[in-house]
T-cell receptor, first 112, second 114 residues
Framework: ELKVEQNPLFLSMQEGKNYTIYCNYSTTSDRLYWYRQDPGKSLESLFVLLSNGAVKQEGRLMASLDTKARLSTLHITAAVHDLSATYFC????????????FGAGTRLTVKP | DAGITQSPRHKVTETGTPVTLRCHQTENHRYMYWYRQDPGHGLRLIHYSYGVKDTDKGEVSDGYSVSRSKTEDFLLTLESATSSQTSVYFCAITGSSGDHNEQFFGPGTRLTVL
């Protein structure tokens, strides 16, 4: 069964703190994406991870991929209020490049 | 912005009525997708198209049909809308981003079925 599990689903952080969002998936994947969604808006692409050990960083966000563990992480460093949003991981499984499965999303709230 | 528009952006309809949502793209992308977004589920693929008149089912295709008679337009039809189809619908295309392809999403259509 094709599954993408994301945790936590809700995350409330203080500004300046660090935290990690986890994304597990059930079977072989060709690539993994992280998206950000603001309330009432569309999805914005943050990172695409293509191979084992891939690490991408943009500002206070860093994403990594371990294909052997079928795990991706999105690490938040020194959170600021502007990072408040919902974050989704999405996995393209190897059997069909057009079938992208999403995690349920992590709703992040950063408090002053 | 990958040149994707969706219409209508908001719609309220009644159970049993037919509804068609339109996705329009201006950059000649071959692949187009329809997703629905519901709380607790992320996005789920309904149908996708890999060319004019070429479509395939996604994870949650029951109750939906699609058509693509022109490259730029991908239509999603609910033949007889039900309350369980109340959702936000996103269209997407596959486009190039540097050394890889990725999906870019339209602004969404909020559909309410009463």
């Amino acid at each position: 069964e094709l599954k993408v599990e994301q945790n936590p689903l809700f995350l409330s952080m203080q500004e300046g703190k660090n935290y990690t969002i986890y994304c597990n998936y059930s079977t072989t994947s060709d690539r993994l994406y992280w998206y950000r969604q603001d309330p009432g808006k569309s999805l914005e692409s943050l990172f695409v991870l293509l191979s084992n050990g891939a690490v991408k960083q943009e500002g206070r966000l860093m994403a990594s991929l371990d294909t052997k563990a079928r795990l991706s992480t999105l690490h938040i460093t020194a959170a600021v209020h502007d990072l408040s949003a919902t974050y989704f991981c999405a996995v393209v499984f190897s059997y069909n490049n057009n079938d992208m499965r999403f995690g349920a999303g992590t709703r992040l709230t950063v408090k002053p | 912005d990958a040149g994707i528009t969706q219409s209508p952006r908001h719609k309220v309809t009644e159970t049993g009525t037919p509804v068609t949502l339109r996705c329009h793209q201006t950059e000649n992308h071959r692949y187009m997708y329809w997703y629905r977004q519901d709380p607790g589920h992320g996005l789920r693929l309904i149908h996708y198209s890999y060319g004019v008149k070429d479509t395939d089912k996604g994870e949650v295709s029951d109750g939906y049909s699609v058509s693509r008679s022109k490259t730029e337009d991908f239509l999603l039809t609910l033949e007889s809308a039900t309350s369980s189809q109340t959702s936000v619908y996103f269209c997407a295309i596959t486009g190039s981003s540097g050394d890889h392809n990725e999906q870019f999403f339209g602004p969404g259509t909020r559909l309410t079925v009463l």
